[in-house]
């Protein structure tokens, strides 16, 4: 049978920070870079990061990390992979997310979503996330995408990797 | 530790065909009854519901299953609650049925709130829905409530409810 993964949207699908840095410079006037950011989470790094991702149209447009359509199309082949989100702290976001996983990942069928405001009860084999509130809780195999905001922290309980070409290595066969 | 229960919301939160009955008449100047659907899926009774549930709004004003408020605040009280909704399908449904259930359910908050393509991803001790669909598939106690679609069905895998009233008597301390 396959083994079930749960794939996180925003820092590991979806590149918010390219747009928060873009949105930071233009309605403060201070240019931040990625050692300035490190170890805060998007919240502490950003004053305006909650206003823009309760605005509806936010999550429509935004970048799409690098490899990561790839690696995901080919480990749709081998295993049950399942998008999950938390996102209903932001109503105006479900949507939005939704069509924007239409229109990148064509592949992942509206069967494969989760929208949610607690990963805990979603169940799978894998989950790669890039926070710890969602890994440390999961009962399988965990993996940490590396964004500016954990960086920092050191944790032997997660295998860290820093690109989709390091998940590939991980969980495909060579 | 608290028992988890998982609530779906159409057909068990959400009465979906007071307003199903009202569309079907206004656009094909039938009236139809509760008889003339029994054992029909909602897309086979109504011919243009798949046209309703993917209309931005649709989901917005539904009015509440009798009894359903009450009961669930009570419940929420004792258990471990989570909505539940098959809603993926419908991209613009998604922020809809999340307002939806803050206005009419305030107490259940974001982290409580599942939007899912299928349930079996979901672990739970307890399932309430009006579908075999998912029921079938969920590993602990199953509580099927009485809609026209699944009338018809003897099926002794599950406890059948007609009311949030039968709900609270199976679920709840005298």
Redesign the interface.
């Known amino acids: 049978m396959k083994k ?1 993964i749960l794939v996180d949207m925003d820092g590991v699908l979806v590149d918010v920070y390219t747009t928060f840095f873009k949105l930071h410079e233009q309605e403060t006037g201070q240019r931040l870079n990625l050692k300035d950011i490190a170890g805060l989470l998007e919240e502490e790094a950003f004053i305006n990061q909650r206003k823009w991702v309760s605005t509806p149209g936010f999550f429509r447009d935004l970048p799409v990390i690098p490899g990561s359509r790839k690696a995901l199309q080919r480990l749709n082949d081998l295993y049950k992979i ?1 998008v999950v989100s938390l996102a ?2 932001f ?2 976001c ?2 939005d997310k ?2 924007w996983l ?1 229109d990148n990942f064509p592949f992942i ?10 990963k805990n ?4 084999d894998i989950m790669i996330d890039d926070h710890f509130k969602n890994l440390d809780h999961f009962k399988g195999k965990t993996i940490l995408f590396t964004q500016p905001h954990n960086i920092l922290i050191r944790d032997s309980r997660h295998i860290r990797v820093n690109s989709w070409a390091e998940i590939e290595k991980l969980l495909l066969p060579v």
């Open positions: 079930k399942t209903t702290e109503p105006y479900l949507t939704q069509l239409h069928t509206w069967q494969q979503i989760v929208f949610c405001g607690n009860v979603i169940k799978a």
